[in-house]
């Protein structure tokens, strides 16, 4: 199958950092504003007027791209989208492995992981 005219959702990058405060106050210094999260758990999104990034503290082992099937860049829900277990059947149809896999069986939230030949994690996680 071929993913070309399928929208994987609003694109992010997660990084994952050693301490959350520091790392805000970098990013923030670079222009980005945090427009959501809970610091108390240990993460935080942050947005400039070009990128979106995700800190997350203890979270992940590496940084990971990040697609969120059903959300625009603002993370308002779209009307139409593909859901992530159907990106997910498309994938796996191409042979692409994954390292984690959505319930098929299930609706609404869900997410995946597939590794890229180089060892970087993408994740891909519908939250709606």
Known sequence: MNLKNVDL??????????????SRAFYEKLGFTV?????????LILQSPS???????GMFEKNT???NPGWNAKGETLKSFTDVRDLQKQL?????????EADESTEGPASCIIID????????????
């Open 92 to 100: 796996k149809a191409d042979g692409i492995p994954f390292a984690s």
């Open 35 to 43: 427009i959501g999260g809970d610091p108390d758990q240990g993460w």
């Open 117 to 128: 030949p180089d060892g970087n994690p993408i994740l891909i996680d519908q939250h709606v």
């Open 51 to 57: 990128c979106t990034i995700g800190l997350f503290q």
């Open 65 to 67: 791209l990040t697609f």
């Open 9 to 22: 959702g609003n694109f992010s990058l997660s990084l994952a950092v050693k301490d959350l405060a520091t």
